[in-house]
């Protein structure tokens, strides 16, 4: 008897030890859940925004026209920024940065990953977005490869890249600060007579998409605003920096939006795409016409667009070995008179100026997916794309282009073949570089679509 009973009271002693234990456990859970609010499926997000404008003093050279000779900009007709936003959600961790320049060479993703690293950042969580302006600086100013001094081309300069790398690292670690809890949506309209496809073919992309990102408050944080077409309504007599047309929506929306809103642009399939303005006084006049008569057709759908704090957060990337580089029989017709190149010296510039493997990121959040072309990837394409995502579920798919660096145009095999005008001629791995990087893109964008 004196047995079970003394069975009986180490069964009830243990059993007050478990509960006691459970009970701890429950207290610490909710001390934790007291100190950090946020659970870990909670989506946090913050932006921060840097003037990109380096001093005239550093003698920069801006992007876009060889027929510019590398000259320096003159003056500043309107700032250029850089602006990006974190989001996170427990271990994972994602920056969007858009930026009012021409493009990266392949170079300036790696050097800027290589200052971050240490603060949880790498090669597949982040996306750098271009607008394409042509009146920021140069493109091959940034390339560390760059040792052709070729005026027409592009001369590199080591200044301007330090520049730009400390600049857009301080950016984003500023943005991963004091992130808060967000509510997001995503809103896509159809746009006639803005764009155009500027080869004559019948592909033309006039979906604008707008996503709004907002404190669960609901006051504003972000918007990113999405539409595909060249600012080019400047020329290479224009040589004041400016960042476009996409400039100005920017900055009309922050101000009719308020709030402290922060308004971040980035382009599409914009390979054959141009805007179609309206006349005015200068190139300048025409732009800022044109940034404000689309500001307004943004503003309607962010304001009609409804956020909601519950929703997906995933991306991928990968690696693609890009086809042997080559340069297209119509070159000298084209590119080569205004780069004043020769075929035996562009097969030369090449080896300098273009990789041979690229990276595709893509990007889930909610109901738009952003998939990254990593050049200018004609409009028909960049369809393509997108219909496939529709199809496999995805509500807002959106083309990011020039994503992280600039390795050409992207034409589809036909119109690389049958002379796709400039385009072709500035096209450096033969007729098999579209099937290939819509390939890339679509294997790395339809695991996110489940």
Known sequence: MRKYFIQTLAMSFLFIVIIIGFTIDIKAANIKEQLNPYSNKQLLGNV?????TPDLSMKFALGGYGSRMSKPAEAVHDRIWAKALVLKEGDKKYAIVTLDVLGLPPNVKPQLVETLASYGWNMENIMLLPSHSHTSFDMPALNDKNNLNSPQIGIFQPELLEY?????????????????????????ILINNMNRNRRGDP????????????????????????????????????MWVSGGWPGYVQRELEQWIGGGVTVMYYNG?????SPIGKSAGSHYEKAEIYGRDLAIKVLEVYQNTKTKSNISFEYNYNTLDLPARKVHPSFMETGGEEYNLTPEALDAVLKVMSPEKTNIGALRIGELLIIGAPGELAAGLGLQIKNQLKEAGIKHPVIGGLANEWISYILSADQYNNGAGYESSVSFYGDGLGKVIVDGMLETSIPLTE
């Open 48 to 52: 921060a925004s840097i003037n990109l």
């Open 269 to 273: 399939a914009e390979g054959d795409q």
């Open 164 to 188: 730009v790398i400390n600049a857009l690292s301080n950016l984003i670690r500023e943005a991963d600060k004091n992130l808060q809890p967000v509510k997001i949506g995503t809103s896509s």
């Open 203 to 238: 592909d033309v992309d006039n979906e604008l998409t707008v996503t709004r990102i907002d404190h669960l408050d609901g006051t504003p944080m972000t918007a990113l605003v999405n539409w595909t077409a060249h600012p080019t309504f400047m020329s290479g007599s224009d």
